[in-house]
């Protein structure tokens, strides 16, 4: 099956910075990338489908200037949340589009923001 | 409505012993996909097993089972002979369509799997 990486795996930054998030698929032409955003011990919300080479697709709810989404090849989304605020805090995960029933994810980023 | 729902928060197994995961879900789309994933406490989501809305069978990998019952909407897993590296949460999950309109899954709740020696 498809292999995606994200970096960083746990990042901790003040609230106010910026942090991007980088999701590659490492065998895999990936032409849609999910972004999806998980609280603890609760389940995952999809944010935004990112499009190759077009404009992200958010859901409702997602503030698309605070969360950007970068799809700018077939191999690399990137995921910047701007100004982040201790409410940012939370454990992000990209995945792949369905490949032959299954979709594929990455390990995740794990935000602090203090 | 919500599409999926999980209405164990918590289960407790034996080691050995045989545990059932209840999932129902909600679509009126005939083309469809359900799907279980295993979170432990690092994160990563494993994939478990999957059922197409057209197939026949109920689908099975290894330990895992899917009980699909198509006319009650329900996709409930099936894990037999539980061992300690079960313990994890578990996600049910849906994609509406077929596989190649790449729309998102949608996941259900999920529940926590304790399992005991």
């Known amino acids: 099956g498809a292999v995606v990486s994200q970096h960083p795996s746990r990042v901790i930054c003040k609230s106010g910075t910026s942090v991007k998030i980088e999701c590659r698929s490492l065998?895999?032409?990936?032409?849609?990338m999910f972004w999806y955003r998980q609280f603890p011990k609760q389940s995952l919300m999809l944010m935004a489908t990112?499009?190759?080479?077009?404009?992200?697709?958010?859901e409702q709810g997602v503030e698309k200037d605070k969360f950007l989404i970068n799809h700018a090849s077939l191999t690399l989304s990137t995921l910047t949340v701007t100004s982040a605020h201790p409410e940012d805090s939370s454990f992000y995960i990209c995945?792949?589009?369905?490949?032959?029933?299954?979709?594929?994810f990455g390990p995740g980023t794990r935000l602090t923001v203090l | 409505a919500q599409k999926i729902t999980q209405t164990q928060p918590g289960m407790f197994v034996q080691e050995k012993e045989a545990v059932t995961l209840d999932c129902t879900y909600d679509t009126s789309d005939p083309s469809y996909g359900l799907f279980w994933y295993k979170q432990p406490s690092s994160g990563e989501m494993i994939f478990l097993i999957y059922q197409g809305s057209y197939d026949q069978q109920n689908a099975t990998e290894g330990r895992y089972s899917l009980n699909f019952q198509k006319a009650r909407k329900s996709a409930n897993l099936v894990i037999s002979a539980s061992q300690l590296g079960d313990s994890a949460m578990y996600f049910c999950?849906?994609?509406?369509?077929?596989?190649?309109?790449?729309?998102?899954?949608?996941f259900g709740k999920g529940t926590t799997l304790s399992v005991s020696s």
């Open positions: 999950a849906m994609r509406e369509g077929p596989s190649q309109a790449g729309t998102a899954l949608i």
């Open positions: 065998d895999f032409q990936a032409t849609t």
């Open positions: 995945s792949t589009q369905v490949v032959d029933n299954e979709q594929f």
């Open positions: 990112s499009n190759e080479g077009s404009k992200a697709t958010y």
